[in-house]
């Protein structure tokens, strides 16, 4: 059995603390193809979208204060944004084809 003092350099708690993998000089780009995979298998599309200054520093404040980066809490939010929306529409639409319904079935008994 190994003593904790024989334990790797490169661990899990090493990455975690920021003891590995924190130094510029070793960061590079990843290329291309791999940034497409990551993507794809995120199913992520990086957009670009200018906004207020004063908006981006609110969201970081309300992001750090919830524990989260800005934006994945950008993304949350847009896609409950999204979510809502489609479900207004949705209702707004039934209620229209069945006002629709509702005006043709009277046509109807009118003219019989």
């Known amino acids: 059995m190994s003593k904790k003092s ?6 899990v708690e090493a990455w975690e603390s920021g003891k590995l993998g924190n130094d510029e000089e070793h960061a590079k780009l990843a290329p291309i193809e791999a940034q497409k995979a990551l993507d794809n298998a995120t199913g992520l599309k990086p957009v670009s979208i200018r906004l207020p200054v004063s908006l981006i520093e609110e969201l970081k404040v309300i992001a750090d204060f919830n524990q989260i980066g800005y934006q994945p809490l950008i993304r949350k939010h847009l896609q409950r944004f999204a979510s809502a929306e489609l479900r207004a529409m949705a209702i707004r639409y039934h209620e229209e084809k069945k006002s629709e319904a509702e005006a043709k079935d009277e046509s109807m008994l009118k003219a019989s």
């Open 6 to 11: 024989d334990k790797i350099e490169g661990t």
